[in-house]
């Protein structure tokens, strides 16, 4: 059984409040596990501001949302975010994937502005295409992955995203060609032996 996507452009208005919420999504995972202690605070202090608005609570809730911040900005500042092929000047070709940090720290809409710049890397991509086989992830312009390579799967109202080795591909799902989005799920469930995290957004 195979599955092809056959890219075509992709559109801000679609991208950004979607993937940005995925990659807050990515950092919060990797915070918790980075920050368990932490998290376990900030757990803690939303249930209590849930149960009452004390002005003790409500202090203590501001100081979570300040480590929350911390936390966050950090990690896409140095953990995860999203990483860019280092460019050495002798190819024009815009990569699919980041490698390289982003280290932006603003404090508005951090995530959108990662987004918009992931955004970036998938310009002029309609003579690319992914190849789902048996047994690897085939790219027209990237190595082959194999399954259990894969970290995590995302999938939101009109994309399929994909973490693996500290890299990150965006997928449309209008892009799959012959097949249903059911069909694909349950065959990628299958090989990375997980279940994919549903945010429809």
Do not use: C
Request: net charge positive.
């Amino acid at each position: 059984m195979e599955f092809i996507f056959s890219l075509t452009n992709y559109h801000s208005t679609l991208f950004l409040p979607q993937i940005s919420r995925v990659l807050e999504k990515i950092t919060e995972m990797s915070s918790r596990k980075r920050f368990p202690r932490i998290w376990k605070y900030i757990d803690k202090m939303r249930v209590k501001r849930k149960k009452g608005k004390s002005k003790q609570t409500l202090l203590k809730y501001k100081i979570s949302g300040f480590l929350y911040l911390f936390v966050g900005i950090f990690l896409i500042a140095i953990v995860f975010g999203f990483w860019l092929i280092k460019n050495d000047g002798t190819s024009t070709e815009r990569p699919l994937f980041k490698k390289e940090i982003l280290l932006k720290k603003e404090r508005r809409t951090p995530y959108t502005k990662a987004a918009d710049k992931f955004l970036e890397t998938y310009e002029n991509v309609e003579s690319e295409s992914i190849q789902f086989s048996e047994n690897v992830i085939s790219f027209s312009k990237e190595p082959n992955i194999k399954y259990e390579e894969i970290d995590e799967v995302f999938v939101t109202t009109d994309f399929y995203v994909i973490l693996w080795n500290e890299r990150i591909v965006v997928l449309q799902k209008k892009d799959l060609k012959s097949s249903s989005e059911e069909a694909f799920l349950d065959f990628l469930s299958s090989k990375i032996q997980k279940s994919y995290h549903e945010m429809i957004v």
